[in-house]
Each structure stands twice: as C-alpha cells, then as structure tokens.
Nanobody
Framework: QVQLVESGGGSVQAGGSLRLSCAASGDTDNINCIAWFRQAPGKEREGVAL????????YYADSVKGRFTISKDNAKNTVDLHLNTLEPEDTAMYYC???????????????????WGQGIPVTVSK
C-alpha cells in the first residue's frame, strides 16, 4: 500500500506561482510513476503532469506545458509540482496519484497499486 499526502497550494493572483508537494509513504519501492491531476468545479478530472521514479522523463498536458514543472526527490519520496504564470483557469482541486493506468501528455503512467492523495485546493484570482 502507498499513501500520498499533498501540501502547499492556496490562493494567488493571476501571474503568480505556487508549489505543491506530494509525500509518499508505505510501499514506495513499487511506485513506478507519480502524476498530478486537477479537477475544477463542474469539469472532468484532468491529468496535468507525470514523472517516473526511475527514469528522467517528464510529461505535461498541453494546457500547462511551459508553465508547470514536475520534479522528484526519490530520497525523500516527494514529488513537487511548480505552478508558474498561473491563470484563473488553473483554479481547481489538485491531486497527486499513483494511478494504475493513465495517459498524460502522450505518455503512460502505470503502477501496480493505485493510490490517491486527498487533494489540495488552488485558487487563482484575476
């Protein structure tokens, strides 16, 4: 079992930046890939970025490419999402996850055991 806990987030004005952090615990050795998702009110959940534990590759949704950066620290079992040049359209609940199968930015994120964090809100005002 893997447990994921998000932190960071909050409220910011358009053009600002935030950092979200995802801390993993439990059976972390079996994590293959961590992804960040978001869901705005009334909209479907969207995968925004993914990173592999043992491969130096990252992938992004077109909607955030060039503005968001995902990074990892395997020693600390954390995955961060840096949100830059934020827009009101980025307002959503953000989740980190180790999904069993999701496609983000043309790449596949798959794990043996699925895990999701509880979510953390990001609000961007005009």
């Amino acid at each position: 079992q893997v447990q994921l806990v998000e932190s960071g987030g909050g409220s910011v004005q358009a053009g600002g930046s935030l950092r979200l952090s995802c801390a993993a615990s439990g059976d972390t050795d079996n994590i293959n890939c961590i992804a960040w998702f978001r869901q705005a009110p009334g909209k479907e959940r969207e995968g925004v970025a993914l990173i592999y534990r043992n491969i130096e590759e990252t992938y992004y949704a077109d909607s955030v490419k060039g503005r968001f950066t995902i990074s990892k620290d395997n020693a600390k079992n954390t995955v961060d999402l840096h949100l830059n040049t934020l827009e009101p359209e980025d307002t959503a609940m953000y989740y980190c996850a180790a999904p069993t199968y999701k496609m983000i930015g043309g790449a596949r994120c798959s794990n043996m055991n699925e895990a999701w964090g509880q979510g953390i809100p990001v609000t961007v005002s005009k």
